[in-house]
């Protein structure tokens, strides 16, 4: 499929032009009538065989016949209780899926050479990265089945929060099944023809250009934010700045044909981003080893309020972290 090429970013008007007949299935009978798994699929082969259904043929027969087709299903699956219950993916399904050499498809907000694609790889060995332009349209993908998992940048050691990505696991319906911590060591990166002396502005994502905030003080160079660290390289290679520089990785710099005019710029060595792996369905949590659950709530104003909540934890000993 196009989208899942890896070759240019997934936008989310193409997201939307992706058979979205097929999706809509997807979508309404998980939402609405929460259709077991094999149901769901099936459900979805109706909607396209009927999209199809040959002129001849009154569209009352056709629909009759799924009517008929549908209700097959649901009583050939309410005497098999053993598949008439949406099933989450295990710990064990997710490890077997990463070192079967099966490719994941795992999308990630950048282009090619941003870190979060970096995380995807190490969380996910043998996957296909695909990179989208914006989060929204890696989590749309996602929940309209064109990829498997997204990657969430989440905390940084020295930036902390990422309060936006926090806002938008709320605002979508997927899971966290998982994390990594990648080391992100930044690189200046230039066109071959130009110098440290001729450059006058950098280029970065916001994340990236805080961590490195004292070395381009000490440059004077001036900030100019854009989505990722990646694309602000592919952007100076693509239109030959010469005042322009880049703070990507060391791939960015191969990919785009770039110079390194330094290494490990960020203010502190330790610069650790903690990624997020998302993913349609949760992980039952097991017995076999710990588990991290993320919990979301609110609070009434009053004093002890926190206290009180927080109470509920440490009385059965549940450790707490971020
Ligand atoms: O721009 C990138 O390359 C990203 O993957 C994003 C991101 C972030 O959002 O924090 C990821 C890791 C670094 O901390 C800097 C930028």
Known sequence: MAATTGKSPVSSSFVQKLNPRTSYCYQDSYSTIN???RLRRIHSQACNNISSSSDQVPDSVHKQAKAIELQK???DDSRDSSISLPRPLTSAS???LATEG???????QGVRGAYSESAAEKAYPNCEAVPCEQFDTAFEAVERWLVDRAVLPIENSLGGSIHRNYDLLL???????GEVKLAIRHCLLANPDANLEEL???LSHPQALAQ???????LGLVREAVDDTAGAAKFIAFHKLKDAGAVASETAARIYGLNILARDIQDDSDNITRFLMLAREPIIPGIDKPFKTSIVFSLEEGPGEL????AVFAMRNINLTK
Do not use: G, Q
């Open 307 to 310: 206290f009180k909540a927080l």
């Open 94 to 96: 997710l490890s077997n």
């Open 212 to 218: 490195c905030e004292n070395t381009l003080t000490k």
């Open 171 to 177: 605002r979508h319906r997927l899971h966290i099944v």
């Open 200 to 202: 006058k502005r950098v």
């Open 73 to 75: 299903l649901i009583d």
């Open 102 to 108: 099966s490719r994941l498809r795992v999308a990630y």
């Open 35 to 37: 259709l077991p798994r």
